[in-house]
């Protein structure tokens, strides 16, 4: 009797090694289909941004008023369509070594090629990125600190530096945690953690390159 309790026992531990493996191998496959997608639409928004930015009027792009120019234009997103995929701009960030694009909306199919605006705009400084937990996607924003740097760069070609602030950890079903404040904070990017429960969120603020300073929620403000 111990006998037989003893080898299905083994039978089945050897089934849950089995299945953490095949559940492993399969995460690990999902990330590199997820990094050669994201990687092919990156440089193809690339292409069209710096293509859009060449046929601007050469007199403009050497005038010193341009940038008046630029600030008064309306703030319309400007949107790019890539093999039936709508994109929004990319993110760089230099600690991690990552540049990835961001499509405009969030669905759980769209998650699987890119990370997602999941809420919010540039211009209204409210941006959210929602994205998967590989490696090559936002698996390690948890290792983002104070004072890293993250840019984004949108359909037109403008560049937005960000300061991140602060990081946590977030009930994944708190939903309303993770969107409270949203408007303090001009940029937020999260993911899941690997169990699911949580959500691994970073929150950073723009830098105003007009004055070289930051504006920080005053809730982050400490004595």
């Known amino acids: 009797m111990r ?8 039978v089945g531990g050897l089934i849950l090694l089995l299945a953490a493996a095949c559940l492993a191998g399969y995460n690990f496959l999902q990330d590199k289909n997820g990094e050669k997608t994201a990687q092919s639409a990156l440089s193809e928004i690339q292409a069209q941004i710096s293509t859009s930015a060449d046929a601007k009027p050469q007199q403009m792009q050497e005038n010193d008023l341009y940038a008046e120019y630029v600030a008064d234009m309306p703030q319309e997103e400007v949107l790019i369509e890539i ?8 993110l760089s960030i230099p600690s991690l070594d990552l540049e990835l694009p ?25 941006l959210m990125i929602a994205a998967h937990n590989y490696r090559s996607h936002f698996g390690r924003i948890g290792e983002l600190v104070s004072g890293d740097a993250i840019y984004f760069t949108d ?10 602030i602060q990081s946590e950890l977030i009930a994944g079903h708190d939903v309303p945690a993770m969107e409270a404040n949203a ?6 990017l999260f993911t899941c953690t ?3 429960r949580n959500r691994v969120t970073v929150r950073a603020v723009e830098v105003q390159k007009d004055n070289h300073t930051l504006t920080v929620p005053q809730e982050t403000i400490t004595p």
């Open 102 to 126: 961001v499509l405009s909306e969030w669905s759980y199919p769209n998650l699987r090629v890119a990370p997602c605006r999941y809420g919010g705009t540039v211009a209204d400084g409210n």
């Open 83 to 90: 093999d039936g995929y709508t994109y929004l701009g990319y």
């Open 3 to 10: 006998r037989s309790r003893s080898f299905w026992w083994i």
């Open 183 to 188: 408007e303090s904070w001009d940029l937020t």
């Open 155 to 164: 359909g037109s070609g403008t560049v937005h530096e960000y300061e991140v």
């Open 194 to 196: 690997w169990s699911g």
